[in-house]
């Protein structure tokens, strides 16, 4: 159980793949102007991340490696990826279209986030167990989705501070995305 929760806190706060590997950028900087947007992209990730987990783990698993393909995961990975995406995309469109059409084109593109790919390979890449890699999707995507939703309340500070012309915009939203990043290295070390 203690070692659950290291993992889960580690892909948090340590291994966070937005502040840490930098995997999931695009949906970083694009989705994060509002803080609804923020929480919706947030919330749409973590249930791919884990739905996929829960799915390409027990394939690469059961029919990859005793078959020798494991070199076609990646293939395999994204074909996964893709089906949950369109089955949040549906959900989404359906039962709160304000959110769907807030995501615009980022919700699509959570088939070819980093991300999502990144946390399902790494599972596999850290020998991870099926409830191991569970649990790191789940911190992976509270990770992702607690950086949307702090760069949210930043972005929105910058925005109604007085910044320099030539700071204005996307600069003066880099700047503050590495202020944030660096701010997340204060938790290495801490668990593991």
């Known amino acids: 159980m203690k070692s659950l929760l290291v993992i889960l806190l580690s892909a948090i706060f340590v291994d966070n793949f937005v502040l840490s590997k930098f995997m999931g950028i695009c949906p970083f900087l694009g989705v994060s102007k509002k803080l609804d947007s923020a929480a919706g992209m947030g919330a749409a990730v973590t249930f ?45 469109k359906k039962k709160v279209p304000s959110l769907y059409s807030a995501l615009g084109v980022f919700l699509p ?26 649990v790191n999707s789940l911190g992976a995507g509270l990770g992702f989705t607690l950086a949307l939703l702090i760069f949210s309340g930043v972005r929105s500070r910058v925005n109604a501070a007085d910044v320099p012309e030539t700071f204005k915009g996307v600069p003066a939203t880099l700047i503050a995305a590495s202020i944030v990043s660096v701010s997340f290295m204060g938790f290495s070390g801490m668990f593991g």
């Open 48 to 92: 791919v991340m884990v739905c996929a987990t829960l799915c390409t783990y027990p394939i690469y698993m059961f029919i990859l490696v005793p078959m020798g393909l494991e070199y076609l995961k990646t293939i395999a990975f994204i074909l996964i990826i893709a089906l949950f995406v369109q089955l949040v995309e549906m959900i989404l």
């Open 109 to 134: 593109l959570i088939t070819t986030n980093c991300a999502v790919l990144g946390v399902t390979i790494l599972n596999i890449d850290n020998s991870y167990t099926l409830v191991q890699s569970v």
